[in-house]
């Protein structure tokens, strides 16, 4: 008995010396899946991980000025790849986490038709996205009204959100009745969470590849480099197919 | 600077030029009556005045945005009335501006007012001028530098504004996206030299402004 509760604290002990901490910036799409992601992680490996959510413009901004994150999950592939060039992340770990899907999205029941014909059709005074300029989703959605012939007579009902958590804002509070979101926003356990969608065809826009990077400040990281193969296990990857992404 | 950052810029003065002008419509009659008041209810009516400067706007914003909404009961109000939903409107931005400054107005000129005192207006009055006689032609000369504080600082204050405009605004060019907004799209996308160009215009132009309040209002001190 008392050996084997020697044994138990050993063990907790060891365990606490190879437990590390990492630091995390994420996408806010991918703000629900990674936190389950990062729970899952901590019981198994014992480690502990720091979630940052935001823009992954602004992380860059800050990782360049030396934010003390140690892995980008980024919503595009542009920015992890700009920052290998640079020097601030570890050349050849980079790799797609996610492909984000788009989605026509309204709060209310009936609003969005399963082939997005209420594109046409209006009956609406504004349309949400996320800034085209500093989110991929929404130059995705940009890219799929002009290859729909919409583009043109929707503009002047485009309110644009920061980025693509608050375009749900926008939406769920029906300020906008419609708005193009990410599918992980709406989705859950594989089913819609309420109102009515239309999962945009991939055909009509550019893919969204969410990169993840090692940033230089990881290396060595047992923690860091152990999240990044846990995300690419079979069960990261469960987890963030059922909230709408391919991978 | 870009058409859009000209435009941006025409769109913020016009913004804060709308938001004074109603401020100081407003903001008056409420730190006059917070300058005279005995009533219980002062220190409800202050505080609620004074919210917006400890608040995050992130908190006013949020809520503006559920309250003016379609579903929350201003927004059912302005619908009634044919008037549609305030937010990713100009008249939305100017509402949540008005209620976002408000302190930076109604303070200065209670203050003012408070220190005028009664004893003008009692003299005034023993010389037979009627209430709004007095409050025109004595209360409010001798407040002048508590306007003039507020109306730079209401200018000022709402030229600055950036949380409450991102949580409403919409970004919609001419219409809500004021030069914060459009600094903070500059920085997000990388262009750090379009962001340089407004941001370095604002470090200016509010050093500018508070150099002239202080030389404004030192000079009227030293006169008295």
Redesign the interface.
């Known amino acids: 008995m008392v050996r084997r509760l020697l044994f138990i604290l050993l063990a907790l002990a060891a365990a606490r010396v190879f437990a590390a901490e990492v630091q995390v910036a994420a996408a806010a799409n991918f703000t629900t899946p990674m936190q389950k992601i990062a729970a899952e992680f901590e019981r198994e490996s014992g480690h502990k991980v720091l979630l940052s959510f935001g823009?992954t413009?602004?992380f860059?901004?800050q990782i360049r000025n030396g934010a003390p994150f140690q892995i980008l999950l980024a919503a595009d592939e542009a920015t992890p790849a700009k920052l290998e060039q640079e020097g601030a992340a570890v050349a050849g770990s980079r790799f797609t986490y996610a492909v984000g899907k788009l989605v026509l999205w309204s709060a209310r029941s009936g609003m969005v038709d399963p082939r997005g014909e209420v594109l046409k059709r209006g009956g609406f005074?504004?349309l949400?996205i996320a800034?085209p300029?500093?989110a991929p989703y929404g130059m995705a959605a940009l890219e799929s009204m002009k290859a729909m012939g919409v583009y043109e007579s929707l503009e002047g009902k485009?309110?644009?959100?920061?980025n693509i958590a608050?375009a749900y804002?926008?939406v769920a509070?029906?300020?906008?009745l419609l708005g193009f979101v990410a599918l992980s926003q709406v989705m859950e356990g594989g089913v819609l969470k309420g109102g009515s969608a239309w999962i945009v065809p991939a055909s009509l826009h550019a893919p969204i590849h969410q990169d993840a990077v090692l940033l230089t400040t990881g290396q060595g990281n047992p923690a860091a480099v152990a999240l990044l193969r846990y995300l690419q296990g079979a069960k990261a990857r469960s987890i963030i197919q059922a909230y709408g992404y391919d991978i | 600077m870009s058409p859009g950052d000209l435009a941006a810029v025409w769109l913020t003065l016009k913004l804060a030029t709308v938001v004074t002008l109603l401020l100081l419509l407003v903001g008056t009659p409420v730190a006059w009556w917070l300058a005279h008041t005995r009533s219980r209810w002062k220190g409800v009516v202050a505080a609620v005045v004074a919210l917006p400067l400890v608040l995050p706007p992130t908190v006013l914003g949020f809520y503006l945005l559920l309250l003016l909404g379609p579903r929350g009961p201003i927004g059912q109000l302005t619908q009634a009335l044919g008037l549609g939903t305030l937010p990713f409107t100009f008249a939305g931005l100017v509402v949540a501006s008005v209620l976002y400054s408000l302190p930076f107005v109604v303070q200065p000129i209670q203050g003012a007012f408070a220190a005028v005192g009664s004893r003008p207006l009692e003299a005034a009055a023993t010389l037979g001028a009627g209430p709004w006689d007095r409050f025109f032609t004595v209360a409010v000369p001798l407040a002048r530098p508590g306007f003039l504080t507020a109306t730079v600082l209401g200018f000022a204050h709402t030229v600055g504004e950036f949380g409450v405009v991102l949580m409403i605004g919409g970004n919609i060019p001419e219409k809500t996206r004021v030069v914060s907004v459009q600094i903070y799209d500059h920085v997000e996308a990388l262009d750090y030299a379009a962001a340089h160009w407004l941001a370095g215009g604002m470090v200016v132009f509010a050093f500018v402004v508070l150099l002239a309040l202080h030389l404004l209002t030192g000079r009227r001190e030293e006169g008295r």
């Open positions: 823009a413009g602004k860059y901004a005074d504004h949400a800034n300029r500093l485009l309110v644009q959100a920061e608050q804002q926008f509070s029906e300020n906008a």
